[in-house]
Structures are given as structure tokens and as C-alpha cells.
């Protein structure tokens, strides 16, 4: 596998098996291992990098959606983002019958959680996220 690039931009074309160099691509037997939004090659340093504008890469992380985690996604994610399940089982013990009732069976007996639930919502919420923070816990939890 080769890949293959613009040898006056350095822009990445992609890879194939087999490619001719011509005046305007070039060749390298070298790889890109990384993830870049727009990958270039640097033919003197043998280099990939990233080509995308801080504006690219914000455009594209915003265009990334996870409506849903699994349970094992959420929690695990919730502990490396330092939080406690301490916290949530407080606040479930705090709320009134029936929405008391509601979360709790959310909470310990949902296999997936969706991103929109009311019950995830305020869950989430008391925990300090929203928004963006939101999106992101569940794009890092998808990731788990």
C-alpha cells in the first residue's frame, strides 16, 4: 500500500496499491497512522500533518452527533470525567414520587441511554453538563 499526494501542496490524495509518480503526485511507502480531517504529507521530513484550519476542524467536531450510549458508555465516562455515581443516586433520593421512581428505573435498568430522555437530561444536568458539555460526554462515552 502506497500513498499518494500533491507534490507542490502536499495535500494527501489517499492510498492504493500501486500508482505511478507523475510530475504532480508523488509517492511514499509511508502510512498515516493518525486521524487528521485534511491529511498532508511533508516529503522531506517523511511527516503527515494536519492541513485543516482551526475553523475546519471545529466545523467538522461540531458535525459529529451521538444520540445514545450504552449504560456501561455513560458511567464509565461519567468516573473518568471525575464524577461520582454517589452524586446521581443523591439526587434520585432527593426527588418526589413518582419522577423519583421514573429516574431510578432509568438509571439502573436502561441498557441504552439517549441523549434527548428527560430523565438523562436532568441527570446530567445536576452533574454539570449541558450543551456542548453534553454532546461531548456522550461523543467520549461512545468511544468507550
Known amino acids: 500500500m502506497i500513498t499518494i499526494y500533491e507534490k507542490l501542496a502536499g495535500k494527501v490524495i489517499g492510498c492504493q496499491q500501486e500508482f505511478e509518480e ?7 511507502s509511508e502510512l498515516c497512522t493518525d486521524t487528521f480531517i485534511i491529511p498532508y504529507f511533508n516529503s522531506l521530513t517523511n511527516e503527515f ?3 485543516a484550519t ?5 466545523n467538522y467536531e461540531n458535525s459529529i452527533t451521538v444520540d ?3 449504560r456501561f458508555q455513560l458511567k ?8 461520582t455515581l454517589d452524586q446521581v443516586t443523591s439526587y434520585i433520593e432527593n426527588l ?35 450543551g456542548n458539555s453534553l454532546r461531548t460526554l456522550f461523543i467520549n462515552a461512545s468511544k468507550l
Open 76 to 83: 464509565k465516562q461519567l468516573i473518568l470525567d471525575g464524577k
Open 54 to 58: 482551526s475553523e475546519e476542524i471545529e
Open 22 to 28: 507523475t510530475e504532480l503526485y508523488g509517492v511514499t
Open 68 to 70: 445514545s450510549v450504552t
Open 49 to 51: 500533518y494536519e492541513g
Open 96 to 130: 418526589s414520587y413518582p419522577e423519583k421512581d421514573l429516574v431510578y428505573v432509568v438509571w439502573n435498568d436502561s441498557h441504552v441511554f439517549n441523549i434527548n430522555d428527560e430523565s438523562v437530561l436532568a441527570i446530567t444536568t445536576i452533574l454539570g453538563y449541558s
